[in-house]
């Protein structure tokens, strides 16, 4: 039996797995997303929906359940919570035919709609996703596709990475290439075993997008045979790209997105040099404020100033008139 009841005429079902469908957020990798509302509770979620067509949908609902068990597992402020997992089971053989994985809601936008132009910003924005990535590296998992659209930001400038679909042990090797070609890194594509050093890749090749709206080359879009490799001082720098990208942080962001995992840095440096980098850009803006106020008490003072002067040129004018008035 279906776990589908009605469904609207825009093709949104009104209840899944007994929770009702209230808006249509998007889709992933063989799922679509709601809103929804448990009717018991009235709380609140994020409904991710798969549904098996043929044997090739085996996959996402195998992402689903790695998503839910990392999620249960792994606890972290900017990491999206996993609630519940819903399977549906058919046939003789019982296979899996739908599945629904109930996620914390997180009221945000990725940021590959809404890309932080300000540096300030973006520096904190990636300080949270460092930290959510070390502390799933903490518990031995790798996300393994980092990229703007798995990083969700609201307007406090509050994170969440999300899509643990692709995320596994530290040292596993997959079967297949898995991950997003402009954010992949080498060694996803060559099928050797991922690291935390892989998220730092998936981390730099996002950053670099955020800062210079281009994509880093990767193995995966340059074509490389498996004996290729990259050349890490010909990819132009943010800052080549971006004057305006302060020259520590462009470093920093192409130290990451090294061909080799072992020269890249740990993520817990990579949080280090972002916070200095950060105490940086707000001393500078506190100095611009400073300066500004200055400039504006300056300008009123020319003013006033100024004023005074027109007042005491014109003092002798009208002492003069009011003289003659008296004489006549």
């Known amino acids: 039996m279906s776990t589908h009841q009605a469904v609207s005429g825009q093709g949104m079902p009104k209840s899944l797995f007994g929770y009702e469908v209230l808006d249509y957020i998007g889709e992933g990798a063989g799922s679509r997303i709601y809103v929804v509302s448990n009717p018991q509770t009235r709380q609140l979620y994020a409904l991710k929906h798969v549904v098996r067509h043929t044997d090739k949908d085996e996959r996402f609902i195998q992402q689903l359940e790695a998503e839910y068990e990392v999620g249960r597992k792994v606890a972290g402020a900017g990491l999206r919570k996993s609630i519940d997992l819903k399977l549906n089971k058919t046939g003789l053989l019982r296979k899996v035919s739908e599945a629904a994985l109930i996620l914390e809601l997180f009221d945000g936008q990725p940021v590959d709609r809404h890309r932080p132009t300000s540096l300030r910003k973006t520096v904190d924005i990636f300080i949270q996703v460092a930290k959510a990535l070390e502390g799933l590296h903490k518990a031995n998992f790798v996300h393994c596709d980092l990229k703007p659209n798995n990083i969700l930001v609201n307007n406090n400038l509050q994170v969440k990475v999300i899509d643990l679909g692709q995320t596994c042990p530290a040292g596993t090797v997959k079967s297949r290439i898995q991950g997003t070609p402009d954010y992949i890194s080498p060694e996803q594509v060559k099928c050797e075993a991922v690291s935390a050093k892989t998220d730092v890749y998936n981390f730099g090749a996002t950053l670099y997008w955020v800062l210079t709206e281009k994509n880093v080359p990767t193995l995966f879009t340059l074509k490389k045979s498996e004996n290729s490799f990259l050349v890490d001082d010909k990819?132009?720098?943010?800052?080549?790209?971006?004057?305006?990208?302060?020259?520590?942080?462009?470093?920093?962001?192409?130290?990451?997105?090294?061909?080799?995992?072992?020269?890249?840095?740990?993520?817990?440096?990579?949080?280090?040099?972002?916070?200095?980098?950060?105490?940086?850009?707000?001393?500078?803006?506190?100095?611009?404020?400073?300066?500004?106020?200055?400039?504006?008490?300056?300008?009123?003072?020319?003013?006033?100033?100024?004023?005074?002067?027109?007042?005491?040129?014109?003092?002798?004018?009208?002492?003069?008139?009011?003289?003659?008035?008296?004489?006549?």
């Open 235 to 328: 990819i132009p720098t943010p800052h080549e790209l971006n004057p305006r990208c302060p020259e520590p942080l462009s470093n920093l962001v192409m130290e990451c997105v090294k061909a080799r995992a072992d020269k890249r840095p740990e993520m817990s440096d990579v949080i280090r040099r972002l916070e200095i980098i950060q105490f940086g850009l707000e001393k500078a803006a506190q100095v611009a404020a400073q300066q500004q106020r200055m400039a504006a008490q300056q300008g009123a003072m020319d003013d006033q100033a100024a004023r005074q002067d027109v007042v005491q040129r014109m003092a002798p004018r009208v002492g003069s008139g009011m003289n003659r008035f008296a004489a006549v």
